[in-house]
């Protein structure tokens, strides 16, 4: 029986994925498969890497510790809000040349080409590729061209942030997939609206240029993406629902919201709502 573990995407709520892998390491609990979205890429490419749990979480302590300084540096071009130089910097000092076809454990992960508008799995060549491009975040991070292959590519999470049905595609007979995103929807409220003016001058100009506005932008985006991909993830998980699911509350986290005190919390929900799923479930 091939047993696939599956890790959802969201950004710093992947670091609940750490502690998910710790209690699974506990208990013995070992997969044949794992099947990755953006930051499930990142953390499951290390798993499958062969990397120990102590490992994995001395690197997302690092991930959380030091976000603006590398892993999620500003860039000042106009194709991109964070430096994914930096951010490729960062995996490859971990990764180095590894190729997927040589890992321990068969490794996949998903990502979304923008000119044929298909999904894309990527179970073969550079580690480190797969990885960034899984968790290439549109307007975030660059998109990443491949004219070898004539694909340009961004995150997985845009068609599958938890790619359970991957998994079954690839010969998986039993599936465990860790969801860290919001179901959505959450409901309607209505509002009505007053007419505003946007303040014109120098003063304002000024605003537009500094730190506060790309901040503003980010964030923007990162929560808009997380709203899409939670009702996106209300319907695959039901048309596709995996034989064992794991969902540690992260919804206090935003997406880029890196820094050690989530890091700790999220690790201990991951963990503690998977020690409890391995009891009722008798692993």
Do not use: W
């Amino acid at each position: 029986m091939v047993k696939a573990l599956v890790l959802g995407g969201g950004g710093a709520k992947g670091m609940a994925h750490i502690g998910v892998l710790r209690a699974f390491h506990e208990a013995g609990v070992e997969f044949d498969m794992v099947v990755g979205c953006s930051i499930g890429a990142i953390i499951g490419g290390f798993y499958a890497a062969g990397y120990s749990v102590p490992l994995i979480e001395r690197i997302g302590r690092e991930i959380a510790a030091a976000p603006t300084r590398e892993f999620l540096a500003p860039s000042f071009t106009p194709v991109e809000i964070l430096n994914s130089e930096k951010f490729e910097n960062f995996l490859r000092r971990y990764v180095g040349d590894l190729k997927i076809e040589e890992l321990p454990i068969r490794y996949v992960a998903n990502a979304y080409d923008i000119l044929t508008h298909r999904e894309v799995i990527v179970s073969s060549g550079s580690l480190m590729a797969a990885m960034r491009v899984s968790a290439s975040l549109p307007g975030i991070f660059e998109a990443i061209t491949f004219r070898s292959v004539g694909m340009t590519l961004v995150d997985g999470g845009v068609v599958d942030p938890v790619p359970v049905r991957v998994a079954r595609k690839l010969g998986a007979d039993f599936v465990v997939a860790v969801n860290l995103l919001e179901r959505f929807p959450k409901g309607e409220v209505e509002a009505k609206l007053p007419y505003f003016r946007r303040k014109k001058g120098i003063i304002s100009g000024i605003s537009r240029l500094l730190s506060i506005r790309r901040k503003n932008a980010l964030r923007v985006i990162a929560e808009s993406f997380t709203a899409y991909q939670g009702a996106l993830v209300e319907y695959l998980l039901e048309a596709n629902p995996p034989d064992v699911l794991i969902e540690p509350y992260t919804g206090d986290v935003g997406l880029l919201d890196f820094d050690l005190k989530n890091y700790e919390n999220l690790r201990e929900r991951g963990y503690t709502v998977a020690v409890k799923v391995l009891k009722e479930r008798n692993f």
